[in-house]
């Protein structure tokens, strides 16, 4: 039996309380900081700790049935824990697996309690269990102070960024890559010949300046590419960038404004200091047009913040202070609403033009994005350049990529002809519906389009036939006429004579033509809406435009009269009420004498259109040398009928 009666467990309870309420000063500069803390640290004290409750469990007994029981000699041993401050009793005739009777000490140092203890003779033992709760407490206050930090260092440091944005708001968006790899070098460029001959001297400059410059040479300072959308213009500077091998910096013209004034000149400024300390250099704006239109133009005056940043821009190009080392390359397909002073010498020299492929260039396109497709042996790429006057490079990368998509929905090895035919079809009608039902509207499309075939095959200088569908497609297409049109003949639809703007035009109405001398003008429908605009305009086109009417060589129109542009409100008119009647004359009367000409060619070869419908209506589809050789077997001789003048 242990005896520590010298030990007073009440003092030293109190002692130990007071201790833990006392907390040191502190004087920090950041008193909100350790407030928050505190609370935080205060309440998840109040949290964690234990309150001292009295127990209600079933081994539990009150400090009076201790001593009731000590009186009647029911108590054989007693074990105090001076840290919990309880005391567990354990009864005579109780087992040694029994559990114990807690029993909660409020005083102690209760002499009655050990004077009866020690008249009993109890066996008494005092133990100090492990107080592990000072030390969890520590920990968890750690990591509560931690977490706090934490958060507060990540606000801290949002901040800092927020700030470093706002330093940097006016610094220089351009990619910059020291020496360029931009994957692309001239032989992946195909279509543009001429353009990339031009360009060949700025990668001979940037390589060998010594050539130039020995006899007096100045390589141009800045380089305009100018094309329709889609033809390889920044494919183009890629190339340029990856033969040359110079540090070449990227950027868009969208990226300079912002709607700060005074925010795009200072990218601009920064943009050019950078490309100073790394000449000589390339610097590729993309889509200039959003940043160089001209100024003052539009409605109520021009934009601030455009405006300075192209003003800044022309300084950067040629001012005070030059810029040698450092070629501008700038792609746009609007040069039209570029500001003047742009376009002078010393600052764009060159404008290269980069314009829709031709055949060649065609082919060669189709043969550089057929490298990696699996094509089958029966497909002739030149067949498909043939097909596809006007398509730009993106149209045929994008065609082929469709013809590997459909061939492998249709789960194909290789890519046929039928696939490229569908893609084609796909990208320039719309998607394939399903068929028309066996009715009066299938029988009136079949005679429709039938007619548009039927007056370009009669025609001398028509366009030749390619293919003829009654296979609806979306978009409202009930059926449609394709035609093989010939670059070298039109020059890529550049120049057009007068009797091939007449055959199209009669060709146009070839299928309002079919439907009034089969059906009778009373049941002509609305399918014809889209040809008869297309002939008012080409018909408008000849009279005010190109001189082809009885009013003589006279241009009494201007096209792309834009208000954007520093136009006025409202278009003037360019001729006298006197003229305009005129003009709807020749129009009216260009359109009727074709519309004429399109029902004598119906008329007289009433029962070959017959036996065209009924193959369309049977097959659904003709290609144009199926077409050419019907009509070639129900005609003596073809007729070339020789267009209206």
């Given at each position: 039996m242990k005896n520590s009666w010298k030990h007073s467990w009440l003092g030293h309870l109190v002692a130990k309380k007071d201790k833990s309420r006392?907390?040191?000063?502190?004087?920090?500069?950041?008193?909100?900081?350790?407030?928050?803390l505190g609370s935080l640290v205060l309440s998840q004290g109040i949290l964690l700790s234990t309150p001292v409750f009295a127990q209600t469990a079933p081994n539990t007994m009150s400090y009076s049935q201790l001593i009731d029981k000590i009186e009647k000699g029911q108590v054989s041993k007693i074990e105090v824990d001076e840290i919990q401050g309880t005391a567990r009793v354990r009864l005579e005739g109780q087992k040694a697996t029994d559990p114990t009777q807690v029993v909660t000490l409020f005083d102690y140092n209760n002499r009655e309690l050990y004077s009866q203890i020690r008249a009993k003779k109890i066996d008494f033992e005092v133990k100090q269990t492990a107080d592990n709760s000072a030390a969890v407490s520590l920990v968890v206050n750690l990591l509560v102070i931690f977490a706090v930090?934490?958060?507060?260092?990540?606000?801290?440091?949002?901040?800092?960024?927020?700030?470093?944005?706002?330093?940097?708001?006016?610094?220089?968006?351009?990619?910059?890559?020291?020496?360029?790899?931009?994957?692309?070098?001239?032989?992946?460029?195909?279509?543009?010949?001429?353009?990339?001959?031009?360009?060949?001297?700025?990668?001979?400059?940037?390589?060998?300046?010594?050539?130039?410059?020995?006899?007096?040479?100045?390589?141009?300072?800045?380089?305009?590419?100018?094309?329709?959308?889609?033809?390889?213009?920044?494919?183009?500077?890629?190339a340029i960038a990856g033969e040359a091998g110079v540090p070449f910096f990227s950027i868009s013209g969208s990226e300079f404004v912002e709607m700060f004034v005074g925010v795009g000149a200072s990218r601009v400024r920064d943009l050019f200091r950078k490309a100073?300390?790394?000449?000589?250099?390339?610097?590729?704006?993309?889509?200039?047009?959003?940043?160089?239109?001209?100024?003052?133009?539009?409605?109520?005056?021009?934009?601030?913040?455009?405006?300075?940043?192209?003003?800044?821009?022309?300084?950067?190009?040629?001012?005070?202070?030059?810029?040698?080392?450092?070629?501008?390359?700038a792609a746009t397909n609007r040069p039209d609403v570029l500001d003047t002073a742009l376009?002078?010498?010393?600052?764009?020299?060159?404008?290269?033009?980069?314009?829709?492929?031709?055949?060649?260039?065609?082919?060669?396109?189709?043969?550089?994005?057929a490298r990696n497709k699996k094509l089958d042996p029966e497909v002739a790429l030149d067949m498909i350049a043939r097909r596809t006057p006007g398509f730009s490079g993106a149209d045929l990368a994008n065609l082929l990529n469709e013809a590997a998509i459909l061939t492998a929905r249709r789960r194909k090895e290789t890519i046929s002809n039928l696939e490229v035919n569908d893609a084609i079809d796909r990208i320039t009608i719309g998607l394939t519906l399903n068929p028309l039902l066996d009715s009066k509207k299938k029988w009136m499309t079949a005679y429709h389009e039938v007619g548009h075939a039927l007056v370009a095959t009669i025609l001398k200088n028509a366009d030749p036939v390619e293919k003829v569908t009654i296979i609806p497609r979306s978009g409202g297409i009930e059926g449609f006429t394709s035609f093989t049109l010939d670059d070298e003949m039109i020059d890529s639809e550049g120049l057009r004579s007068r009797a091939l703007l007449l055959n199209r035009i009669t060709v146009a109405l070839g299928g309002r033509a079919a439907e009034a001398e089969i059906y009778g003008d009373d049941e002509i429908d609305t399918g014809a809406g889209s040809d008869i605009r297309r002939v008012s305009s080409l018909a408008r086109e000849m009279v005010t435009l190109y001189g082809m009417s009885d009013l003589g060589p006279v241009a009494l129109e201007t096209p792309n009269n834009e208000v954007f542009l520093g136009g006025e409100w409202s278009s003037r008119?360019?001729?006298?009420?006197?003229?305009?009647?005129?003009?709807?004359?020749?129009?009216?009367?260009?359109?009727?004498?074709?519309?004429?000409?399109?029902?004598?060619?119906?008329?007289?070869?009433?029962?070959?259109?017959?036996?065209?419908?009924?193959?369309?209506?049977?097959?659904?589809?003709?290609?144009?040398?199926?077409f050419r050789q019907i009509v070639d077997r129900y005609t003596e001789s073809p007729k070339k009928q020789l267009a209206p003048r």
């Open positions: 006392q907390s040191p000063k502190t004087s920090m500069p950041g008193r909100h900081l350790w407030r928050i930090l934490a958060v507060l260092m990540a606000i801290l440091r949002r901040s800092t960024q927020s700030q470093g944005n706002a330093m940097n708001f006016g610094k220089s968006r351009a990619r910059f890559q020291m020496e360029a790899k931009t994957g692309v070098m001239f032989d992946d460029v195909a279509g543009i010949e001429d353009a990339k001959e031009e360009l060949q001297e700025v990668v001979t400059f940037l390589k060998k300046p010594e050539r130039f410059t020995a006899i007096g040479a100045k390589i141009p300072r800045g380089v305009l590419l100018i094309g329709p959308p889609g033809t390889g213009k920044t494919m183009l500077a890629k100073k300390e790394n000449c000589p250099c390339i610097v590729f704006i993309d889509e200039i047009d959003a940043v160089g239109r001209q100024r003052g133009a539009g409605i109520g005056g021009g934009n601030d913040e455009r405006e300075q940043t192209l003003n800044q821009l022309l300084t950067e190009m040629d001012g005070f202070e030059g810029n040698s080392g450092v070629i501008i390359i376009l002078r010498p010393g600052r764009f020299d060159r404008q290269v033009m980069v314009d829709l492929p031709s055949y060649k260039g065609r082919l060669g396109i189709l043969q550089v994005h008119s360019e001729y006298s009420e006197a003229m305009a009647i005129k003009i709807d004359r020749q129009v009216r009367e260009i359109a009727f004498g074709c519309y004429a000409e399109a029902r004598r060619i119906i008329r007289e070869n009433r029962a070959l259109i017959d036996r065209l419908v009924e193959a369309l209506l049977d097959q659904e589809t003709i290609d144009g040398d199926e």
